[in-house]
């Protein structure tokens, strides 16, 4: 891998005209080369283009991190890179990406000057930079304090959490009706939505306090909980996943019924409330990120043959539709599919789904590869 300077880059116009559906080329650091077809819409790298960004994705079945962006000359690049059962991924600021893994958490700063390039393709390089060891917490959703502090959603001991110097983890707040921190995932709290810097609400599969309760509360049992009110806001949901606060609105994926939404928060003397679909995926959803009036929702087919249990299932039925594994690139204001993302083979599950603006054609470093060895990088001396 070759770090080269050059001219910043021009501001190159797209293609005018959509191209049709095409494969995709994987090059992959780090990790094995799983058993996978990638296709893309044809507008999927000319819209990135002229959102001047690019996609982040993560797979914890196949232990990889992409990295969707486009070259120069217009043609789609997919990055992969091996990483520890990648979960919850965020922006902290341009630059900088957190990512929840098995038994760590960690910051991943971009090492290139605008004007450098590896390999004269990829115009931004995530490096691990700090890899906290947390132990294998199940962590899910993670997110950015305004202070520099990481949050995390403790998915194993039912709380959101701090990382910490000293111990696995800080605990710094726990659903009302969770009795105790505990070594046991009881409510499947998964999904965490910041707001100016801090936490505001999460997602959970149910209100269970017994080990494994909220496995037989799949189909309805979901809710949203107001952090800083310790209140449940929205309840009856389906396996809701990847809260996130957007244009004053708060967005849900209802993951078992298949549906991106938002939730009409309780006001005056209304004490619940409301889920309001906008637009229906055929897959499992998790994964959720914004841009330019677009919604990035992340699909995953099912464990088994069937999302049994589930709504979603007679959806599919409904819809004479197969489930799949990839993104759509919803429109918010019409609730359609504008294009799309798919893998096809061994990889069915996505879990986080993040925009990463600024850079059009990033990568990123496995902590485990030579790559994370011998790319050296350093500050002029100052003086």
Not at 5 to 24: D, F, L, W
Not at 157 to 180: G, V
Not at 198 to 221: E, H, L, M, Q, Y
Not at 326 to 355: H, M, N, P, S
């Amino acid at each position: 891998m070759q770090s080269t300077k050059a001219k910043p880059r021009p501001q190159t116009a797209p293609p005018k005209a959509a191209a049709p559906a095409q494969r995709v080329t994987a090059s992959q650091a780090g990790a094995r080369e799983p058993k996978a077809e990638y296709s893309l819409s044809g507008g999927m790298i000319r819209r990135l283009h002229e959102m001047n960004a690019s996609l982040a994705f993560t797979s914890y079945q196949s232990g990889l991190l992409y990295m969707l962006g486009g070259s120069a000359q217009g043609k789609a690049q997919l990055h992969q890179s091996g990483m520890p059962k990648p979960m919850g991924l965020c922006a902290d600021g341009e630059g900088r990406l957190v990512l929840s893994t098995g038994a760590q958490i960690m910051r991943l700063e971009n090492v290139l000057e605008p004007d450098q390039r590896i390999n004269q393709t990829y115009d931004a390089c995530f490096m691990p930079r700090t890899n906290i060891v947390t132990g294998q917490l199940d962590a899910h959703d993670v997110g950015a304090m305004a202070d520099g502090s990481i949050v995390f959603v403790n998915t194993r001991y039912n709380c959101l959490a701090k990382t910490s110097d000293r111990h696995s983890f800080e605990p710094i707040w726990k659903p009302d009706f969770i009795s105790d921190i505990v070594d046991e995932d009881r409510c499947h709290l998964n999904g965490l939505a910041m707001r100016d810097g801090k936490p505001a609400f999460v997602t959970a599969v149910s209100k269970s306090d017994t080990i494994d309760g909220w496995r037989d509360r799949r189909s309805d049992g979901g809710v949203v909980i107001d952090v800083e009110k310790n209140k449940v806001v929205c309840e009856g949901l389906s396996m809701p996943h990847s809260p996130r606060w957007h244009d004053g609105k708060l967005w849900v994926l209802n993951a078992g019924t298949g549906e991106l939404g938002t939730v009409e928060l309780p006001k005056g003397k209304t004490k619940m409330g409301k889920f309001k679909p906008v637009a229906f995926c055929p897959g499992f959803l998790r994964g959720l990120s914004f841009h330019d009036g677009f919604a990035f929702v992340g699909l995953s087919r099912p464990r088994y043959k069937r999302f049994e249990g589930l709504e979603l299932d007679q959806r599919l039925k409904d819809t004479d539709s197969e489930p799949w594994c990839g993104v759509q690139l919803i429109d918010l204001k019409t609730g359609a599919c504008v294009d799309w993302f798919r893998i096809d083979g061994d990889i069915g599950e996505l879990y986080d789904v993040e925009i990463v603006e600024g850079f059009r054609c990033p990568m990123t470093v496995s902590p485990s590869s030579p790559d994370a060895a011998t790319l050296i990088t350093f500050d002029a001396m100052s003086g």
